[in-house]
């Protein structure tokens, strides 16, 4: 993966303090990972990111798989079916999916 540019740090913070996005659209504004964004802000010394900033900025599309009519959609269904957990968090209840790959 290629190092992350001034640029795009310069964007992530901007983003971030200026427009009040949440992780997950600057994530997909910027096209980098959530735990990257996590750690320019961290380096920013604009405050400790916590990982409830990334769970609390996703949404839960409940009709996604509605209408399986394309490979891309029966492929990724067969392989949470296989390897995936769909469960409610103890703590809080919160629907959760998980995706865990082997070597």
């Known amino acids: ?13 901007n983003l971030y303090i200026k427009k009040c996005t949440n992780l997950a659209e600057i994530a997909r504004r910027t096209n980098l990972s959530r735990p990257t964004i996590r750690k320019i802000l961290r380096q ?18 409940d009709k996604l798989f509605a209408n399986i009519d394309n490979e891309a959609s029966a492929y990724f269904l067969g392989l949470l079916y296989a390897d995936g957990n769909v469960y409610l968090r ?13 070597k």
């Open 44 to 61: 920013s010394g604009l405050r400790n990111v916590k990982k409830s900033d990334i769970d609390n900025s996703a949404f839960l599309n």
């Open 1 to 13: 993966m290629p190092a992350v540019t001034e640029k795009q740090k310069a964007l992530v913070t």
């Open 90 to 102: 103890k703590s809080n209840g919160i629907p959760t999916v998980s995706l865990t790959l082997q």
